[in-house]
């Protein structure tokens, strides 16, 4: 579906952000913003703000950001068009959909089968609570522990042993009943009900709409159909709605829960998901018919970033816990899993012993603790022989952990049961690791430094990397400029192009900084005072050249790269911009963009000075003296005038002659070429 932009604008002008947000989480007013907890990572002090007159979020904890339409994305899984859609249906919006046949049919198709499947859901939902037909099915539910709370809870349904009974009820056109999976045709032409004498567990996506549905066949005892009923469980089949691979059971209800506590338990039917519910466990899903899949992971992702499977404690359960170990590292998850009593799952230990599976869930370990304690656990440690291959075991599940911190850790571990000196364990570890016993970790985990050792002041680079700039434009190495590390330590001069980037402050050195707040909070104010020559930082700049560049702050968001954009949302909620001087912080700026230039040109003279006899400089040196005898003074000037607080009008008329003399400079490119503004 293609929606009319001016409509997607309509509904981001129209939606009440701090409504939105605050349906996730409390939001208190704080000046011109809201703050509160942030929705998508755990913390105790509130990180969280709202700009709600521009209709945007950000986070200063995990750097979360966006407006209404990509907060929807993110907490209910859906992609663009459907948040776009459930946004305009809160605000009474009407959309208009661009020239394109194909897509309208589309939408319109979409739409039917989910009223189609909602009508289903709740038919069997109310066939369970009254239909004297569903006697035995309430018993059996009884019997499993669903009192009439849990019932109404998760919309549990039944479908009756009459082959038509949704058919004659919904009275809709049978090409749609067979696309959603509600109905078939059967051999003699008839259009029959998919679900006979079956529990009816409803399955929804993250906003709540009914998109499929799960049914459990009944007991034998407990059915009056005859014969072979088919598989235990029936699921709907894939359809334009409904995806196996990116939906996940119980997501709608557990979201809340997973947002509040960072974390999400993954186990495999409805019944356990239900099971850990009642537990007490509020933030349970489940696979609906399928493995779990990288796209359920990724979107989990999205809410939470702690995962603890509570599979079956079968081998099958295990083995699907091990698959998520790469999946672990490349999404940046942490990946625990919740040791159930040999022979449970969480369906049949929540009606045994709640209480038990809490505290699994509550004390699951580290997927790498899991797996080493299943490895030696399998073995036998009673004989020399059996300590030799548990610890071989152990260390080929230990190889493939990226941390070397780690591995040692774990490594001890293994040492002590195994009762071998850890010394002669560690060469065996690396040779597993060397021969490619461990699965390398994706590329954008490799470049990232290992969680816990990052500093925004440390150290190590790669040998690829170039030393960093400082905040004055210059590189910091402690090498020679020509290469010889045993020569003093000094700074190499940057080029006249080069630029500094903020390393220690993620929003950039602080001039920058301010002059950016006044552009996102008080444009009106500086349009005619800045431009992009005056920021040094790089991100800065590109931050600035995207407000000039868009109609509005959003728009600006939007157009710019994932780091400017963080930049812009970061300063759009940021508090101080009011109490800014304007003038001040222009003069501010215009003076570290000029000093900048100024050791610029100074660096130029030198490297001519030292490269050629000065009998042969001739006149070629003579404006570059001149410009930097020039800025120099005015940049005395200008610091002389804003020292006094009288002068603060002529310490900003000099500043703009500077901004004047910024883009000349700039556009000229060659050293020493008409860069002098005239006063």
């Known amino acids: 579906m293609a929606i009319a932009d001016e409509d997607v604008a309509q509904v981001r002008a129209a939606t009440d ?293 509570a599979f079956d404690a079968d081998g099958a359960g295990q083995n699907a816990a091990a698959r998520l170990y790469e999946w672990e590292r490349r999404h940046e998850l942490e990946l625990r899993v919740a040791r159930l009593p040999p022979g449970s799952d969480p369906a049949e230990l929540a009606g045994r012993d709640p209480a038990a599976l809490a505290v699994a869930i509550r004390d699951a370990r580290p997927y790498l603790g899991f797996a080493v304690e299943r490895a030696l656990d399998a073995a036998d440690l009673s004989t020399p022989e059996g300590r030799a291959r548990a610890a071989a075991s152990a260390l080929a599940v230990i190889a493939e952990h990226p941390n070397e911190l780690v591995r040692d850790e774990y490594l001890l571990v293994v040492a002590d049961r195994t009762r071998q000196d850890p010394d002669r364990l560690r060469p065996l570890l690396e040779r597993q690791r060397a021969n490619g016993t461990n699965a390398p970790a994706p590329p954008s985990h490799r470049a990232r430094p290992e969680a816990g050792a990052r500093s925004a002041e440390a150290g190590t680079r790669s040998a690829e990397e170039p030393p960093p700039l400082g905040d004055d434009g210059r590189y910091d190495d402690d090498s020679d400029e020509h290469g010889d590390p045993s020569a003093p330590a000094r700074r190499r001069p940057a080029r006249r192009d080069q630029r500094a980037v903020g390393r220690l402050d993620p ?87 000029a000093e900048a230039a100024l050791r610029g040109l100074m660096a130029e003279l030198r490297e001519q000075q030292r490269a050629e006899p000065a009998v042969e400089l001739g006149d070629r040196l003579g404006p570059l003296i001149e410009t930097t005898t020039w800025l120099t003074s005015s940049l005395k000037k ?21 901004v004047a003399w910024l883009i000349h400079n700039e556009a000229q490119q060659s050293p020493g070429a008409g860069q002098r503004v005239e006063a």
Request: charged share 25%; proline share 4%; net charge neutral.
């Open 17 to 309: 952000l701090a409504a939105l947000i605050g349906e996730h989480t409390a939001l208190k007013r704080v000046g011109r913003r809201y703050v509160g907890l942030c929705p998508f990572h755990a913390e105790r002090s509130p990180s969280f703000s709202v700009n709600a007159e521009e209709g945007l979020y950000y986070c200063f904890g995990c750097q979360a950001s966006g407006d209404a339409i990509s907060f929807v994305r993110a907490t209910e899984g859906c992609d663009f068009v459907e948040a776009v859609e459930r946004l305009a249906g809160r605000a009474g919006i009407t959309l208009r959909e661009t020239n394109d046949p194909a897509a309208a049919r589309e939408r319109g198709r979409r739409q039917e089968l989910l009223a189609v499947m909602e009508a289903a859901a709740n038919l069997y939902h109310e066939h369970l609570l009254s239909h004297p037909a569903a006697a035995a099915a309430r018993q059996y539910l009884r019997s499993r522990g669903y009192d009439g709370e849990v019932v109404r809870q998760f919309k549990i349904g039944f479908a009756a042993p009459s082959g038509d009974m949704l058919v004659r009820a919904l009275r809709r056109p049978s090409a749609l009943l067979r696309e959603a999976g509600l109905a078939y045709e059967s051999t003699q032409g008839a259009v029959r009900d998919s679900y006979r004498e079956r529990i009816i567990f409803p399955i929804y996506d993250a906003s709540g709409r009914a998109i499929a549905l799960g049914g459990r066949v009944l007991p034998e005892a407990a059915r009056k159909l005859r014969g072979d009923p088919g598989p235990k469980y029936r699921n709907s089949p894939e359809s334009p709605i409904y995806k196996k691979r990116r939906t996940l059971y119980g997501l709608n209800w557990a979201k809340g829960d997973i947002v509040r506590t960072g974390e999400v338990v993954i186990c495999e039917g409805y019944t356990d998901v239900i099971g850990l519910f009642r537990a007490g466990v509020p933030r349970a899903v489940a696979t609906c018919g399928t493995s779990l899949t990288e796209d359920h992971v990724r979107l989990l992702g999205r809410f939470a970033k702690r995962i603890v499977l």
């Open 507 to 593: 929003e950039g050195p602080r001039p920058g900084r301010n002059a950016l707040l006044l552009a996102v909070h008080r444009p009106a104010e500086v349009a005619e005072l800045l431009d992009a020559a005056c920021f040094v930082d790089l991100r800065q700049r590109a931050a600035f050249e995207a407000l000039g560049s868009a109609s509005h702050l959003a728009e600006a968001i939007a157009s710019a790269t994932p780091e400017t954009g963080e930049l812009l949302s970061r300063l759009a909620n940021s508090d101080g911009a009011d109490e800014l001087d304007v003038g001040g912080t222009v003069v501010q700026l215009v003076r570290s963009a």
């Open 638 to 658: 200008m610091n002389e005038l804003s020292a006094a607080e009288s002068d603060a009008a002529a310490a900003l008329a000099e500043a703009e002659r500077l």
